[in-house]
Every structure is written in C-alpha cells, then in structure tokens.
C-alpha cells in the first residue's frame, strides 16, 4: 500500500520516528538498527514501510532497507508471530544474520530474541526456511552463543525503556 516515504526526519521517539512528507508527519514503528542508522532531525531520510491494519488500529512501520522490511513481512506470515515480536527480531539480526541462523537451524540464537520462544523459533525455521536464499555452511556452536547473548541483551535493553 505505501512502499516507502521520502521527507525529513521531524522527530526521534523511543520505539521509531516521526517523518514529515510534504508537511504531513508519518509516525513510524523501527527497529533499533533503523533507528540507529537515521540521521539527525531535519535531515532527508527515505524510509521503506509497512502498513499494518487491524480492525481497531492502523500501524506504520519503517525500516531502513528493503531486505529488512522483507524480513519482518515473512516474519508476520508465521504463526504464532506479531509485529511486536517480529520487531524484535530485526532489532536483533540483520537480515543477513537472520538468513545464516536458518541455514545453520540454529533454534538457540533465533530463541534468544525476547518474546521468541523455543517452539516459535522452531515454527520459524519450518516456515521461513525456504523463502529465503540461505548461505551455505554453519558457524560453530561457541560463536552462535556469544551472538545470541549479545542480541538478547541488545533486544533487551530497547525492549526494558518506558
């Protein structure tokens, strides 16, 4: 529906950014690795977007590249998956990260994003893992741990703010 706006970055919020399109402020849902990589108020930013609608809301995310507006799109085709969660899984891996963790079936890292159970992070690999194109080999066990606690804390943090 809206691929994505061009404008001005009006405002920072805590869980995205407000962007001013021909003098009509978008309230824009991001990630932390989108909301880290916006410049600074006043600044021109192009956003890709995805329009969310439920009967009782209409929600508008935004995200820096298009690899990761796929991302959380495939994500909300999961079961068990909402914005909130598939959110928090682009905060945690790039979509790159997140291609390597399904060809290496790697249910501790998937896991370790906050809301991301075991048996979803399961669901995930099930669902997502032929949608993508996924590099071959596999990372060893001890660098996918230190990884997985790294995003954890990461996603945790952003997550824990009012």
């Known amino acids: 529906m809206i691929g994505f706006l061009s404008g001005r970055v009006a405002a920072r919020t805590e869980t995205?950014?407000?962007?001013?399109?021909?003098?009509?402020?978008?309230r824009l849902t991001c990630s932390t690795s989108t909301l880290a990589?916006?410049?600074?108020?006043?600044?021109?930013?192009?956003l890709w977007t995805h329009l969310?609608?439920?009967?009782?809301?209409?929600?508008?995310?935004?995200?820096?590249?298009?690899g990761e507006r796929a991302q959380f799109e495939a994500l909300l085709g999961v079961a068990g998956v909402g914005p909130k969660v598939a959110l928090a899984v682009c905060s945690g891996f790039t979509p790159e990260a997140f291609r390597r963790a399904l060809a290496a079936d790697d249910v501790v890292a998937l896991?370790?994003?906050?809301?991301?159970?075991k048996r979803t992070a399961q669901r995930l690999l099930v669902d997502l893992k032929d949608r993508f194109d996924l590099?071959?080999?596999?990372?060893?066990?001890?660098?996918?741990?230190?990884?997985?606690?790294?995003?954890?804390a990461a996603v945790a943090e952003r997550l824990a703010e009012p």
Do not use: I, M, N, W
Not at 16 to 26: H, I, M, N, R
């Open 135 to 152: 590099p071959q080999g596999d990372a060893t066990t001890g660098a996918r741990d230190v990884l997985a606690q790294a995003r954890k």
């Open 111 to 117: 896991s370790s994003v906050p809301g991301l159970g």
């Open 52 to 66: 969310l609608v439920r009967d009782d809301s209409l929600a508008l995310f935004g995200f820096a590249t298009e």
């Open 16 to 26: 995205g950014c407000l962007l001013d399109v021909a003098g009509v402020g978008y």
């Open 37 to 46: 990589s916006l410049p600074g108020e006043g600044a021109p930013c192009r």
